[in-house]
């Protein structure tokens, strides 16, 4: 009997499904926070029950065997217990580490009592609901009981997805966020689809718990997971001294773990840096010092972790994931800095993306024989847009300037992108993780030296320091970037090569880099086509590439998402598959 695998991530924070088929091969990929138009989905659950319905009609065979596959191990059930317990007697208060069984209590160094009891209660939710949508679904629908589930341990999800969809056979694979199930830290080795723990650190010493509290000095939300802000801001300012002995005293690698100063220090250090916080009335800028000196810290911790990785591997592939490895300013210096040679970051490092890693376990649970393919995996594993609305918009959305142009909508959009309007671009499966990567996108000339105020003015509603992202054609990569790398997942900053910088000002952040998502034919053959149109009306061979959102939202999801962005901000024109759409 055929056997599908669902693939649950239930974290609180951007819970996600993933569908593999009997074949292992997925079938679908996507955070929730997509289908219900509400970012990061807190607190939701994966398998909403009307979407549950539609994706099992849509990707499998509805009398099949299903598997549910979760990201949290079983004994992380008791976590929420552990914390309630501590936060109701006053055991916890800001600037404290816990050291309580389970580990996992790390994020505590910031939060009030207050605020770890709403945590302890989002946690506890979300360890009872994942799966029974599901379960409902299949029996009232189909009268199908044949359910069944697994717990796998966080990092060995996190694991699963990175070396799974990377091109490589074997590796060395490390995993950094916030807290898996006994630690923040875990390593592993990859070999022909086996991923063997390595060392998994013990403890609630956690380099995204930092990250945390340094984006809460910073101004910035830990709740909406504006950790990136803080990277964006890293480029405009200066390492501080004083800054820089406190946060690089506070923690450091210990073998393939961390290690924190002892307790009375780190509180001394969290009094002194609460003096540098960035109060609500003071521009970002403000913070751009305590950002760029986190930037070296992290940067230095983690080259200390790959070093020994290397040593105790002799690994020449990296697969690093956690989400820490959303970080593409260290990205893209990984192959610099540490004696790796190669290196795969998925497009979905977050815990989002530990749906996938869920599904394939349990599909190689019962097949050990299991290999996945040896490919830079597609990130197209999401929804496409409904055919049927776009074509009732067409016949009876009564909307001017809509047109059809099967084959030739490539080369009008990029007509339309030379003479300096500012396109929505949607096409096929949305992308898997948080970055668009030219199926949801919002694109620009990236030669107006005012293009990027111009979008945040009028199209993304955003702070005017962050900088936008390049998609660049392959081949032209090592013409515009210095120690030019594939990135296919926009998942590595690199230096734009000086004599190019005028050329491309809209992409080049103030720091001369650019977060580069390299195209080739095979990995998107409309995008990739879309650029070379671009490149032969310009000879510019890239296009500034932002996700098709405003601030604050999710990418869109479906067609009336997309029209509603289009005719409520200065965007100029709208391509969904073969429609295009002016104002
Ligand atoms: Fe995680």
Same mark, same amino acid.
């Given at each position: ?174 995993? =950094?966020? @916030?807290?898996?199930?006994? *630690?923040?830290?875990? #390593?592993?080795? +990859? %070999? /022909? ?5 390595? &060392? ?29 802000? =803080?990277? @964006?801001?890293?480029?405009? *300012?200066?390492?501080? #001294?004083?800054? +820089? %002995? /406190? ?5 450091? &690698? ?52 790959? &070093? ?276």
């Amino acid at each position: 009997m055929a056997r599908y695998c669902f693939g649950l991530a239930t974290t609180f924070h951007d819970p996600a499904l993933a569908i593999v088929g009997p074949d292992g091969e997925v079938r679908y990929a996507e955070a929730a926070e997509r289908y219900r138009q509400d970012k990061r989905a807190t607190n939701a659950e994966p398998d909403h029950i009307f979407r549950t319905a539609e994706l099992i009609e849509t990707y499998c065979e509805p009398d099949a065997e299903f598997v549910v596959g979760r990201t949290w191990g079983a004994g992380s059930a008791r976590l929420p217990a552990w914390m309630g317990l501590a936060s109701r007697f006053g055991l916890l208060e800001p600037g404290m580490i816990a050291r309580l069984p389970d580990g996992g209590v790390a994020k505590l160094l910031l939060f009030r009592p207050y605020q770890i009891h709403h945590l302890t209660l989002c946690v506890r939710s979300s360890h009872l609901k994942p799966g029974a949508n599901l379960a409902l679904t299949l029996r009232q629908t189909w009268g199908n009981r044949k359910l069944s589930f697994l717990d796998f341990d966080h990092h060995l999800t996190h694991a699963a997805t990175a070396c799974y969809t990377s091109p490589f056979s074997e590796a060395a694979c490390l995993v =950094v966020d @916030g807290i898996g199930d006994h *630690g923040s830290v875990a #390593a592993y080795t +990859y %070999r /022909d689809g086996t991923v063997t723990p390595l &060392a998994h650190h013990r403890g609630s010493e956690s380099l995204g718990a930092l990250y945390m509290l340094v984006t809460d000095l910073c101004g910035f939300s830990i709740f909406k997971g504006e950790e990136w802000k =803080v990277m @964006g801001l890293a480029a405009y *300012g200066r390492r501080d #001294a004083d800054l +820089y %002995r /406190d946060l690089s005293s506070m923690v450091r &690698a210990v073998g393939l773990g961390l290690c924190y100063a002892p307790m009375r220090r780190i509180r001394a250090i969290v009094r002194a840096l609460e003096t540098r916080r960035r109060g609500p009335d003071r521009s970002p800028l403000a913070a751009a010092d305590l950002a760029h000196t986190w930037q070296i810290v992290f940067s230095e911790v983690m080259d200390a972790l790959l &070093a020994r990785l290397y040593v105790a591997t002799g690994a020449e592939n990296l697969v690093l994931s956690g989400g820490c490895a959303l970080n593409s300013s260290y990205g893209g210096q990984i192959l610099d800095r540490t004696p790796f040679k190669r290196l795969h970051i998925p497009s979905a490092p977050g815990d989002d993306g530990n749906a996938l890693g869920a599904a394939w376990l349990a599909h190689r649970h019962f097949h050990p024989e299991w290999r996945p393919r040896v490919q830079t995996h597609t990130p197209y594993l999401g929804s496409s847009m409904a055919g049927e609305t776009l074509e009732r918009l067409f016949r009876i959305g009564r909307v001017p300037r809509l047109r059809h142009l099967p084959g030739e909508v490539h080369r009008k959009a990029a007509e339309a992108l030379a003479s300096g309007a500012i396109v929505g671009w949607v096409q096929g499966r949305a992308e898997f993780g948080p970055r668009a990567l030219g199926n949801r996108s919002i694109l620009a000339d990236p030669r107006d030296p005012a293009m990027k105020d111009r979008i945040n003015a009028l199209v993304k509603f955003r702070e005017e320091y962050r900088p936008f992202a390049p998609a660049i054609l392959d081949r032209h990569g090592g013409e515009y970037f210095e120690n030019y790398q594939e990135s296919p997942y926009m998942e590595r900053t690199l230096r734009f090569r000086k004599e190019v910088v005028d050329r491309v000002p809209a992409v080049v952040h103030v720091d001369g880099t650019g977060r580069l998502q390299t195209v080739k034919r095979e990995w998107n053959e409309r995008f990739y086509e879309l650029i070379a149109a671009f490149h032969g009306l310009t000879g510019i061979p890239l296009v500034l590439n932002t996700s098709f959102n405003i601030m604050g939202k999710p990418i869109i999801h479906s067609v009336e998402d997309a029209l509603g962005l289009f005719y409520t901000t200065g965007m100029d024109v709208l391509v969904i598959e073969d429609y295009l759409l002016e104002k």
